[in-house]
C-alpha cells in the first residue's frame, strides 16, 4: 500500500483542492493487497486536512441503469440511504463519518474536506445535475485533479458532461430530454421535491475521443503494476472540450 501511495502522489503533486476518485477495486488486485478500507484511509491521508477528497456516488436505478423509469416506478432518492453504483470504494467513502452527499438523484457526489460544503450543498438547485451548480462546476472553479484507479478515462470520466451544460444551447450536438418527478431527502430526512432531467445526446458518446483534443502532457495515463491509471486537471479537460465543440468537434459521434 505504501508504494501504491507514493506513486499517486507522485502523480498527483500537491498543487490541488480536490482530488476526485473514480475506481474500480476488484480491478486493483492483485497490485493492492489491502482491503478497501485501506485504500479509503490511504486516499484521505494523500489529502490531508487542507484538501478535499471527492467520489462518485451515482446512482441509476435497476439493472438495466435507466434512471428516469426507476424513478417513475420509485420516486424518492434517500442521500442517507441510496446507495452509490460506482464500487464498492465510492460506497464505503459515502459511509464514512463526516462525508457530505450532494442531492441529485443520478449524478451525486460525496466529499470529505474543507471543500466538501461547498461541493455538494447546491446540487439540488442544478437542473441537469452537472452544471455549475453542480459538484462538477465546483470543481471546475477550483484546482482538481481527476483521478482514475484501476480504470481507463473513457471509461468514467463523468467531467465530460460539465462542458456540454456550461456551453447550453452553444453545444453543437442536438438532445432530447426525459424526466421523471423526485421527492430529494437531505441527511435530515427533509423532503425537497425536485424533477429529474437527462439530456439524451444524438449519437453515440466516445469519451476516447478526448485523447485527441487535450494535450498529452496534460493527461496523464499510465499503467501501475498492470493497472490501469489516470490523472487530469479538471479545468483542462472542460476548456479542451469547449475549444474544440466551438469548432464542431465533440466526444459524439454522427
Avoid at 480491478?27 to 477528497?53: A, E, N, Y
Avoid at 441529485?104 to 460525496?110: E, G, K, M, Q, Y
Wanted: overall charge positive; charged content about 25%; hydrophobic content about 35%.
Amino acid at each position: 500500500m505504501d508504494e501504491l501511495e507514493r506513486e499517486i502522489s507522485r502523480r498527483v503533486g500537491s498543487d490541488f483542492d480536490i482530488l476526485m476518485v473514480h475506481s474500480a477495486f476488484d480491478r486493483m488486485t492483485p497490485m493492492f493487497r489491502g482491503s478497501v478500507s485501506d485504500l479509503k484511509k490511504m486516499l484521505i491521508g494523500v489529502c490531508g486536512p487542507d484538501r478535499t477528497l471527492a467520489m462518485p456516488a451515482f446512482f441509476f436505478g435497476g439493472s438495466d441503469y435507466d434512471a428516469v423509469h426507476y424513478y417513475r416506478q420509485k420516486p424518492v432518492f434517500d442521500s442517507r440511504k441510496t446507495p452509490s453504483q460506482m464500487g464498492l470504494l465510492s460506497e464505503l467513502f459515502r459511509r464514512h463519518k463526516g462525508v457530505s452527499r450532494s442531492l441529485h438523484p443520478t449524478h451525486s457526489v460525496c466529499a470529505l474536506g474543507p471543500l466538501a460544503e461547498e461541493l455538494t450543498g447546491r446540487h439540488h438547485l442544478d437542473p441537469y445535475g452537472c452544471g455549475q451548480d453542480s459538484p462538477f462546476g465546483v470543481m471546475d472553479s477550483h484546482r482538481t485533479i481527476i483521478v482514475g484507479l484501476g480504470l481507463p478515462y473513457f471509461r468514467c470520466l463523468t467531467h465530460v458532461h460539465y462542458a456540454e451544460q456550461f456551453m447550453g444551447n452553444e453545444f453543437p450536438v442536438s438532445y432530447r430530454e426525459e424526466a421523471a418527478p423526485v421527492v430529494l431527502k437531505d441527511e435530515k430526512g427533509n423532503s425537497l421535491d425536485y424533477v429529474l432531467r437527462l439530456k439524451v445526446f444524438e449519437g453515440q458518446r466516445k469519451i476516447e475521443r478526448l485523447g485527441r483534443f487535450i494535450p498529452e502532457d496534460e493527461m496523464i495515463i499510465w499503467q501501475f503494476h498492470g493497472v490501469p491509471m489516470f490523472a487530469v486537471s479538471a479545468r483542462n479537460v472542460t476548456r479542451a472540450l469547449i475549444l474544440n465543440a466551438k469548432k464542431g468537434r465533440t466526444i459524439y459521434s454522427a
